[in-house]
C-alpha cells in the first residue's frame, strides 16, 4: 500500500495513519502519550483483544526507516482482512479474530524530527541539542531532552547508569545516555504503561541495523522465546545473537521480558550505516515481513 517518498516525520506519520484509517475503517487508532514537546504517540490496532501482540519502532531519531516497515506491515495485514487472505496460514478474518495486533511506529517523534529536521525542531530544547551533538544533528538518537531511549528501561538500569559513566557518559547526548532514572521520559513512561494495560503476550522492537534478532535477556527468558527466534531468523535470512557492552540492558526489549517473562525480541534490520537510506525500504521489508508473520504466529 505504500511506496515511502519521503523520511518519516510526523507530518508524515500523521498523513499516513490517516490515510489509513480512510481505506480501513476498522483500524482503531489510539493516542498512548506525548512526547517530551508534546508531540503524539500513537498506536494503530486491528483483530481481537485478548490475545494482543504488540510491534514498536523508531525509539531512535537515525532509524525512522523501522517506521515505515511497521506501517507497511500493518498496512498489508488490514489488506489481507479486508480481502480474507491468509495469514500464518489461516484467513486473515480467522486469525485478527483471535489474536490483536497493535503496532507504535514511532516510539520517538521528537528524536526523528531533530534527525530529519535539525535542531530548530526541538523547540525548548534546541540549544540543549546544538550543544551535544557535534554539529552533526543527522547523528541523533535520543530524545529532545538527550535521553537514549532504549537506554530508559528499568532492566539493570542502574548497572548500566555505572557503565555510561565509565564510557564518559555522564549528561544529555546524541546517544547511549540513559537518563537520570528509568523511565524518566514521557516516551518510555507512556509505553511501559502501555504495555502494563495491555498484557501483550509478545513484544517486537524495531531497530537498525545489522539483520540480527536479539531474544534473550537474564534469566526471565521465556523458554518459547528461542523457538520463535529461530523461526523468524529462517524467514528472514538473520542471525540470532545478544548485544553487547551499553546495548546489553535498560532497552524495551529488556524490560519488557524482565518484567512480564514473556517473549520479547529486537530486530536489527537492515545493513550499513544509520540512517539507512530510504531506498532500502522496499528490500528491508521484503525481508522482514515473513519475520513478523513467524512474530504474529508465536
Not at 18 to 41: A, D, H, K, M
Request: aromatic share 10%.
Amino acid at each position: 500500500m505504500f511506496s515511502p517518498s519521503a523520511p518519516l516525520d510526523c507530518a508524515c506519520l500523521s498523513q499516513c495513519v490517516q490515510e489509513i484509517r480512510e481505506r480501513f475503517p476498522f483500524v482503531q487508532t489510539e493516542r498512548v502519550g506525548r512526547s517530551l514537546l508534546g508531540r503524539p504517540i500513537l498506536v494503530l490496532s486491528v483483530g481481537g483483544t485478548h490475545a494482543p501482540v504488540l510491534i514498536a519502532a523508531a525509539f531512535h531519531g537515525m532509524e525512522w526507516i523501522t517506521g515505515w516497515i511497521a506501517l507497511r506491515f500493518f498496512a498489508d495485514l488490514c489488506l489481507a482482512m479486508e480481502r480474507d487472505d491468509p495469514v500464518c496460514g489461516i484467513p486473515a478474518r480467522d486469525f485478527l479474530r483471535e489474536h490483536g495486533v497493535f503496532v507504535l511506529p514511532c516510539a520517538n517523534p521528537d528524536g526523528v524530527e531533530i534527525q530529519i529536521h535539525g535542531p530548530a525542531s526541538a523547540g525548548r530544547f534546541s540549544p540543549l541539542v546544538e550543544r551535544v551533538d557535534g554539529g552533526d544533528p543527522s547523528r541523533w538518537q535520543a530524545n529532545a531532552r538527550g535521553v537514549d531511549l532504549n537506554h530508559n528501561f528499568d532492566a539493570n538500569w542502574l548497572r548500566l547508569r555505572r557503565m555510561e559513566r565509565e564510557a564518559g557518559i555522564n549528561g544529555p547526548s546524541p546517544t547511549q545516555f540513559g537518563g537520570r532514572f528509568p523511565e524518566s521520559e514521557p516516551e518510555s513512561a507512556c509505553l511501559a504503561a502501555f504495555c502494563r494495560r495491555r498484557g501483550f503476550l509478545r513484544a517486537a522492537a524495531l531497530h537498525t541495523q545489522g539483520w540480527e534478532i536479539y531474544y534473550r535477556y537474564g534469566r526471565h527468558t521465556p523458554p518459547e522465546s528461542a523457538e520463535i527466534a529461530r523461526r523468524m531468523a529462517e524467514a528472514g535470512h538473520c542471525t540470532l545473537g545478544d548485544p553487547q557492552g551499553l546495548a546489553s540492558m535498560g532497552g524495551f526489549k529488556d524490560w519488557f521480558i524482565d518484567c512480564f517473562r514473556r517473549p520479547g525480541f529486537t530486530l536489527e534490520l537492515g545493513e550499513g550505516r544509520n540512517p539507512l537510506p530510504l531506498s532500502d525500504a522496499p528490500q528491508i521489508y521484503r525481508r522482514t515481513q515473513p519475520m513478523l508473520l513467524e512474530f504474529l504466529r508465536g
